[in-house]
């Protein structure tokens, strides 16, 4: 049973054939530099290329190395903070426009996916599911709200109809929407960045970034290169650490663990989710799975504010779907992994610009599959020249994170505040 979060994933042993990319060596003249190789930042490599900017894009690893290639593969409506948040800041009205773009993201996920030729696995439907009775009525709001933003492709599951569709007893009805879904999120990243090479972009794989010049001259030095630019963009999210010290504080890295089983054949899977939709309880700590196109259970959760490393993974995380699926018990784990996602203070993503030259985004909070690409594009269409809707979600004001000691036994202790409420509420 693997036992690490660096255990290879389901997803790398799966993998579309890909090129590898070269190391960036020497000095090298851009356009733009994009730091980051995973969906923000080959997502502006795209718009920009293809634009006609000459684009270099540096990745410390290899293209989806990080949360882009190690997701649950979950395509997620709206935010994770929800409306409220955002008109609090924004005001209703531009709220709406934000959520009008977040719905933009899934559209422009899938006509890559048509455009490009991406074999992903791409598949809709996605159910929310309720772990207490006494959330129905959020379930109902949720609706609503979704309603009166135009997005209607939603019905309410009661709990019988629910039991028809998923092999447990655990939930108490869910809300489900056509409008999102799940597909192989490596091979997808894998396929942005083919077609980004394709349209010019030069992407280096193993030129970590080790020094950022964000002036009137900004640069991007590695180990054994540096790239002079015009504009660059900051794309690393959860992998940044502090190779940008002005960013270091605006979003904090949590720990996501994944298993995946071996294969369940048709029938079996199908007693476990009958449709084959995504599934995600409504816990502020979440659990999440699907069914792969191999017929793999892959279930997801129990998400870490701490750096601590379970010394088995696989052991860990197996309790957590049995508890859902029973007749799980006796399924070999073939896969554990793990892998960072990044987290803001209010669940909003922040993006900015930290000076005319230099654009960041990340913080996607748990929902950046679809949103990571959407703010791709609104850097490049900024730096081309068409800023508003880039300037509509950089309005949004973000708290940092404490830092020094206390930053992550702060957030430990947020973690056990909302485990406690999941599991009393």
Known sequence: MPKSIHSPSYYQATANSSPRYPLLEG????DVCIIGAGYTGLSAAIELAEAGYKVVVVEAETVGHGASGRNGGQICTGFSSGQEKIAAQLGKEDARRCFALAEEAKVLLKERITRYGIDCNLRWGYLHVLPKPNRVDSLKEWKAEWDELGYADTEIISKAELEEKLGTRAYHGALREGGAGHF????????LARAAASAGAAIHEGSRAVEVDTGEKPFVRTARGRVNAKFVIIACNAYLGRLVPKLYGKVMPVTSYIIATEPLGEDRARSFIRDGEAVADTNFIVDYFRITSDTRMLFGGRASYTTLEPSDLGAYMKPRMT????????????????????????????????????YYAHG????????????????AEAIRGT???FDLLSRVRHLPFPGGPVRVPMLASAMLFYRLKDALS
Request: net charge positive; proline share 6%; hydrophobic share 40%.
């Open 184 to 191: 192989h999120p490596l091979n997808y990243c894998l396929g």
């Open 323 to 358: 508890k859902i699926f029973p007749q799980l018990a006796g399924a070999r784990i073939d896969f554990a992994w793990g892998g960072f996602i990044a987290i803001t203070y209010n669940r909003i993503p922040d993006c900015g610009r930290l000076s005319p030259t230099a």
């Open 387 to 389: 800023a508003e809707r």
């Open 364 to 379: 996607y909070s748990g929902q950046g599959v679809a949103l990571a690409g959407l703010y791709g594009k609104l850097m």
């Open 27 to 30: 000095d090298v003249s851009a």
